[in-house]
Every structure is written in C-alpha cells, then in structure tokens.
C-alpha cells in the first residue's frame, strides 16, 4: 500500500472515531395530533390507576356518558371477574369547556406482585395491571415535565421497555396550559402505559391554570389525577405520602404553602414523625422545583422552599430528592446548606421527559462541587431499590428512539449508616417544636 495512501486512510479514522465521539443533540419534535375519538359515549377513555392505601389501588378513567357507572370489575383471570368494587365521580367546567364524568373506584385489597384483569364501567376494552411487590427489590421509574411530543412518546416508549413496578413524576404532566382538551389528549397519550402500573404523581407549575380569582388553579388536575392524600392523611391532593416494599415516599408541592406554619409542613412533620425506618429504610422526596440547580434555567427558584424545609428532610434522612422543572438531567453528591455531606439526600433533577417547550441546554460554570454529572437531553431514570442498603440509580438518555443509559450510580441507604442515629435527636427537636 502506498504510503499515501495509509496516511489518507488514517486521517479518515481518525476522523470517523472524533465523529462518532461527539454527542449530536436532537432536534426538537412537535406536539403530537390526536385523531376525534370516535367511540361509545359509554366507553372508558384515559383510564390510569394509582396506589391507595395498604393493598388497594384507585382506577380512574372518563365517560362521555354522564350516566355511565363508576364500577369496575376484576380479577386474575383474563375476562372473569370475581369482584366489582363501586366508586365515585366528579366533573369540572373551565370556562366553555365541561368535562366528561371522571370515575375514581379503589379496588383491593389486592395481592403483592399480581397481575390483574380490569374492566371500567361494564365497557369497553380488558385492562391488565400488575401489583407492585411487597418486598424488596422494587423499581420506580422517574421521569418529569412529559408533555406530548414526539420525544414524550420516545421517553414513554423506553420506559415501556424497563421493568419496573411504579411511575413517579415529579411534576407537569400535560402542558395542556388552560386548553382543557390537551389533558383528555395526555390522558389517552399515557393510558397504555398508566393503565399498568401505578403513576403517582405531584403538581407543577404546568397544572396550574389560574384565571383571576375565578378559580383555584389546580381544578383539572386534583380532579383528573386524584392521589391517595386522605389515605396519608393530608387535606390535600398537592401533597401526599405512600409506602410500597421498604420505601417511604412523600410527594410534596411546589405551588402550595410550604412555609413552618403551613398546612403542608405540619402535615409532613407529622407524617415524618410516622415513618419507621426497620419497616420502609428507604425514604424518597419528590416535588416539582429543584433545591440544587446549576443550570441556567430556573435559578433560585426553589430556594424559598428549600430555605424552609431542607432542615427537616436533612434531620429524618432523606436518602434521595428528585424534582423536574428544569428540562435536563442533574445528580448531585449527598449535599445539605449547598455543601457535600454524607448524611444529606442525593438530589436529582429529571425534568427532561419530552415537552414542548425543549431542553434547558445553558449550564452555569464552574461545574459546582456538589454537581457529579449534568447534560441537557431528554431521558427518563430507573431507581431500582435492592434491599434495605443499596439502590442502583440510572439514567436513560433518548438517542435518536434508542434508549442509552448514560448515567448510574449505586446509593447505599442513609439507614445502614450512623447518620439515622446522630441525627435523631435533632429530628425530635423539629418534629416536637410548635
Ligand atoms: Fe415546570
């Protein structure tokens, strides 16, 4: 071979390997087209479920049909159904618009790591659902600010893929922003998905739709996506906690009250106050606006909230925070008052789930300490909680449709280390103040 040639051919490999190294970002895709459903008056639309309490399950789902019945039937075998469970229903008017009826029927109990057959109001298509387990290991995926573009339906098609017993969404789900139509869209976007397993969720800025004084701002959303808030005890669907398989999880509210003399905050004392750290070692956090935030996009915004009630997460040892908001992935080291500490919660920023509105892509620099891996692209995350000491996190970025796990990390539980125990006195002291 002439050398030339070899020299030539080099330079093309060379060429070729810096190529392939360098990340091409994605474009942007549009906000997916819904075609008019055509179906029965009767038929059940948007159907999804949520967990409700020790063993039960809380299926919901709209009728056209303002007569349909609020009951559903179920049982392990495809097309027999050897209970019927009766609920209830709510409807909503937002300005011209009026809502179909909105069934919510809990269901149970139920046995752990069970597949289910469901039918909604004696209509329409079998549903399957699958328990989530009773013991470790269970795994959450994580994913907010989805929306409904071509990259939601990216993020909701590798989600899919994984394996994984309960969906967690830190915040905005629709972006119907006040176009009420949009929600009934997002709900047939993520039926198949939210039919399945349950998604718990927590409000955003995106579920609040405001008009002067006419309203409360979380109308559609409290009654479409109705969360187990009076099985924990809350007095309201913007925060909420629940229990599955050694994990305490508590869904808090950006865009409610959160300061010491709130409703939200003596709630979460006192919910705090129940955990049992031998029964759920594991204790998770979600609300929509991260505290620890070094992308350009949002700055300071949680700092108020973080101001009020970062001192109470940091003595009950929150293991894991994960917010949305900001359209990009962050993790952090275990931090506290902004600086590394062991006994501090990890805290993940996952808001890259697909919207309309693309990605946060400017970044502060330096690279703060506290901040171990950051990059603007959509994704989703997987914790999957091991035992009562490790948890695997990871992050799946949405390549061109192919899901690449881009980031993961092994998180060892703050209730295997000493941090529990140095802390406990400092965690009365909250807990037992006015
Ligand atoms: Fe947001």
Not at 371 to 388: Q, T
């Amino acid at each position: 071979m002439q050398p030339t040639l070899v020299f030539t051919l080099c330079l093309f490999f060379i060429a070729a390997a810096f190529a392939t190294a360098d990340y091409v970002r994605p474009q942007p895709r549009k906000t997916l087209e819904f075609p008019w459903n055509s179906k029965p008056a009767s038929y059940p639309q948007q159907v999804h479920i949520s967990l409700a309490g020790d063993n039960h399950m809380r299926i919901s789902w709209i009728t056209d049909d303002k007569s349909a019945p609020s009951v559903v039937k179920y049982g392990t075998s495809p097309g027999t159904y050897s209970s019927t469970a009766q609920g209830e229903s709510t409807s909503y008017s937002y300005l011209f618009y009026n809502s179909g009826k909105i069934h919510h029927t809990v269901i149970g109990p139920l046995e752990p790591d069970t597949v289910y057959f469901y039918q909604c109001g004696n209509q329409g298509s079998e549903f399957q659902l699958k328990t989530p387990p009773a013991e470790f290991p269970v795994t959450f995926a994580v994913v907010g600010d989805l929306g409904q573009t071509g990259w939601t339906k990216s993020t909701l098609d590798h989600i899919d893929l994984c394996k994984y017993d309960i969906h967690l969404l830190p915040g905005d789900l629709s972006y119907a922003d006040y176009v009420q139509r949009r929600w009934d869209t997002f709900g047939e976007l993520v039926q198949p998905l939210a039919s399945a397993r349950p998604w718990m969720v927590t409000e955003g800025n995106h579920e609040k739709e405001r008009i002067l004084l006419f309203n409360d701002g979380f109308e559609s959303y409290n009654a479409r996506w109705k969360m187990p808030f009076k099985e924990s005890g809350s007095s309201s669907n913007l925060y909420y906690s629940f229990e599955v398989a050694g994990t305490h999880v508590i869904m808090l509210g950006s865009y409610t009250d959160y300061d010491m003399y709130s409703d939200q905050y003596n709630w979460l004392k006192d919910d705090l106050s129940k955990v049992d750290r031998e029964k759920t070692p594991w204790l998770l956090v979600l609300f929509h606006v991260p505290w620890y935030n070094s992308n350009e996009a949002h700055q300071g915004e949680g700092d108020w909230m973080m101001a009020a009630m970062e001192p109470l997460l940091h003595a009950a040892s929150v293991d894991v925070v994960l917010s949305g908001h900001v359209h990009a992935y962050e993790r952090s080291k275990r931090i506290n008052k902004g600086k590394p500490d062991p006994c501090g919660a990890v805290h993940i920023t996952i808001g890259d789930g697909g919207n309309k509105e693309g990605l946060a892509r400017k970044y502060k620099n330096p690279q703060p300490e506290w901040s171990v891996f950051r990059e603007a692209s959509f994704g989703h995350g997987e914790l999957k909680i091991a035992n009562s000491t490790h948890a695997f996190w990871s992050w799946h970025r949405n390549d061109d449709d192919e899901p690449i796990k881009s980031d993961e990390v092994w998180i060892t539980s703050l209730a295997s280390s000493r941090c529990l125990a140095e802390k406990s006195h400092e965690l009365r002291k909250i807990l037992m103040a006015p």
